[in-house]
């Protein structure tokens, strides 16, 4: 019975899509100062 009790979730799905959520911020934070560097300078 204890044996069956031992592991009672797995969280290998929700790393996963930690990960990839992470992933995404980080490119659109990326994405966001590259557009703002690239934008026309005033004179």
Known sequence: MI???IALANY???V???GI???VCV???VMLVS???SGKKKK
């Open 35 to 37: 557009f703002m560097n």
């Open 27 to 29: 490119a659109l934070v």
């Open 12 to 14: 290998n799905n929700g």
């Open 3 to 5: 044996p069956q009790n």
């Open 16 to 18: 996963i899509m930690i």
């Open 21 to 23: 959520f992470a992933l």
